[in-house]
Structures are given as C-alpha cells and as structure tokens.
C-alpha cells in the first residue's frame, strides 16, 4: 500500500509538472502548489481558470489567481499595503499634529498680545477690549477647528489600524486552514506543537496520533480525485466529533491527519485508536463508492513524555505510522513499543 502511495504521488506529481512546462510556467513553489490545486479539482472555479490559460502566463496573472482563490503560498504575496498605509497614516498625523500645535501656539500668542496691550493702554475703551475679544475670539475659533480635525483624524486612523488588523488575522486565518477541510492545516499543527513545547506548555500527558486512510491512493486512482475529496471531507466530519475541546485536530497530507489528545496515557492510547478507527468504519461505509474497498486506518502514536522537541514527537509518530501502513495486521502502532521491539 505504501509503494501505491508513492506511486500515485509520483503520478500526481508528474502530471503537474507536465502541465507547467506545457504552458511554460515557472518552476516555483507557489504555482506547484496553485497548478497541483486545480488538477486536483477540489475547487471547481480554481481549476476553470487555471486550465484556460494561455500559453506562456505572466505571473502577476497566476499570483492573481492564487491571491483570489486565497492559496496559502499566495497569501504573502498581497500587496503591502499595511506598510504604506502605515506610513501614510503616520504622516498625516505629524501633519495635524503639527497643525493644531501650531494654533495653539498662535491661540497663545495672541492671548499674551491682548492681554499686554490691555494693561498698557489704559485708556481703551469698550469698544477697543471689543474688539480685543472679537480677534480672541476668531484665534480660539482656528484652534478649536485644528484640534476637532485632528481627533477626526485620529478617530479615522483608529479605524484603518482596526481594519488592518482584521485583514492581517484574515490573512493568517487562511494560512493555516486546510481548504478542502477547513480544519487547521500542517502549519497550524507546528505552531501547536510549538506552542506545546514552549515555556508556558504543559505536555504532560499529551499523545500525537498521525492517522493515515488507507486504499485511498487506489480509490484516488480508480475513482478520480472528486471522490477521493468527498471521502476526505466526510472523513474531517467524522473526525471532528471524535475530539474535545482541549484537543487539537488537522489535516496534513491527502489522506492524513493529526490529532493531539490531551490526558493520555499509554494505556488508553489503544481505546482511542479503536475508537476512531470505528468511527470511520461506522460512519464511511456508505460515503465509499460501490464496489471499492471499504476504508480502514493505519494510525501512528507518540507520547510527549518520549520525546523532548516538536520534531522528534513527529518523527516518531511517522515512524510508527509507517510500521502500521506496511502491516494491515497492525492498526496501531506507538512508537514506544517500537523502541522495545
């Protein structure tokens, strides 16, 4: 099933690059990424455009459509404007500072004028202290207008940086959501396990399942890739009643997720395998097309307490990932039991 796997990877892989060079596309990594996309053909509105390209693309028109179809490695590729918007807002605000400075300095000087010259001549009269207070009058009527000016500006700038933010948060958002799924993606699973590992982690008791579906590269192959999705997105479904609220759930390969639980011990490692291994056999059967194989699991597990960085928690859950592909006999392996082997 593994060499399958490979194969089919190959195949997906090779047709991509023949796609590419058919058109005369660059070899970068975001467009692998946008051109596997759309021959995949999770998204019918990417694939359509993709494939009415014409010969020779430039690549401001494939980083459009990979920024409109919110693509993950296209995402950074967004216009900087909150840099330049950063900027602009910053010079406007020096400007009306400097402004409503400057009438209040002239708000002051003009008072300090009036004030010396009404105790040097005394003998103004009403009509001149009148005409004194017209002129504070019309000074205090500049400042005020410079002073509402710039808390209109300010109020507008808190708005933009608000709405800057939100796009920011959207941008991230993107970045670390599978699109088929929705559910958190192999980068959000890093910052997971970062974050798990990190000063204010606490790992104690913390299991990482890496579950794989098997036959889905003979269904992938046999079926087409719209059936192998639809059997993923069920898959997800299933999979996300199967977690609580403390525990974490991604997808991060065609036919792989991962799972952190939390308050696990090794002895309770094999009843959670089981259980998610029913649930995909309770409820997938009748999502899979007539007369293919029903679907089962290969699930790899490791323990924090074995473990002592992100990287080696991964590794040791595909390594025991691997065990169980190659050995239908074995539906769960952990790494532990590996290492006593």
Known sequence: MAGDAARTKDRNLQAVVQYMAKLGVDGLPRNYELFHDALAGADPALSKEVLSLPQEPSQATL??????????GFVALTP????????????ELRDKMASGVAQKQGFARVLETVA????????????????????????LSDAVVAETELEATLRAAADRLAEAEREALSARTVTLRDRLTTLPNHAALTERLEALYGAEGDRRDVALFIVSLRDLPYIAQTYGEPATNRLVKKAAAIF?????????????????FAFLFS?????????IAERLAA??????????????????LAIGASLT?????????????????????????????????????
């Open 63 to 72: 980083d459009e459509i990979g920024i409109r179809h919110q693509l993950a």
């Open 80 to 91: 900087p404007k909150g840099r330049e918007q950063e900027i602009k807002l910053l010079d």
């Open 116 to 139: 010396r010259s009404l105790r040097n001549d005394s003998n103004a009269g009403p009509a001149d202290i009148l005409a004194e207070i017209e002129y504070l009058s019309v000074s």
């Open 240 to 256: 996300r009643k199967s977690v609580k609220k403390n525990d974490f759930l991604a997808r991060i390969g065609k036919g792989e």
């Open 263 to 271: 308050d696990v011990t090794r002895d309770s490692v094999q009843p």
């Open 279 to 296: 649930s995909i056999a309770d409820n997938l059967v009748f999502a899979v097309t007539e007369g293919a194989p029903a679907l089962t």
């Open 305 to 341: 307490s074995d473990a002592y960085s992100p990287p080696e928690l991964r590794l040791q859950a595909t390594a025991a990932l691997e065990v169980s592909r190659n050995n239908p006999r074995l539906p769960v392996v952990v790494h532990s039991d590996l290492k006593r082997a």
